[in-house]
């Protein structure tokens, strides 16, 4: 029987994470789709919950492969239906040049703004 993961209060919130996270960096660049799935599948499977990524992944970044990552887990999370027993900690990383990040700032408040203000890069 595998021991359980121990879990911390995330910050100020009521969510508790396991004091582990399964690093997604690699996927869709190093490592195959099918890896991405059967790490995803054995980490849940190990009550790893916890899942890293950002916007800019895989490494290193190039404008082919941006957000590769995100979209690895999101297809993992439709085909497996588990969205509500994972927790996900993402982040926008810094400007890459010719990179569209319209959608991270458009999906920033709940509901999503119409027309949200863009930030301004420089």
């Known amino acids: 029987m595998t021991p359980a993961i121990p879990r911390k209060k995330l910050g100020s919130s009521d969510l508790e994470v396991p004091v582990l996270c399964l690093g997604t960096m690699t996927w869709g660049e190093q490592n195959t789709e099918e890896e991405a799935w059967e790490q995803l599948d054995y980490c849940l499977a190990q009550g790893?919950?916890?899942?890293d990524t950002a916007e800019l992944y895989p490494v290193p970044p190039r404008k082919?492969?941006?957000s590769?990552?995100?979209s690895i887990i999101g297809r993992w999370l439709?085909?497996?239906g588990c969205r509500d027993?994972?927790?996900i900690a993402t982040k926008v990383a810094a400007y890459l040049e010719g990179i569209d990040r319209s959608f991270v700032v458009g999906a920033r408040s709940d509901p999503p703004a119409p027309n949200p203000p863009q930030p301004q890069l420089d």
Do not use: D
């Open 78 to 80: 439709e085909a497996r």
């Open 68 to 70: 590769r990552t995100e």
């Open 48 to 51: 790893l919950n916890f899942i």
């Open 85 to 87: 027993k994972v927790i």
């Open 64 to 66: 082919e492969t941006t």
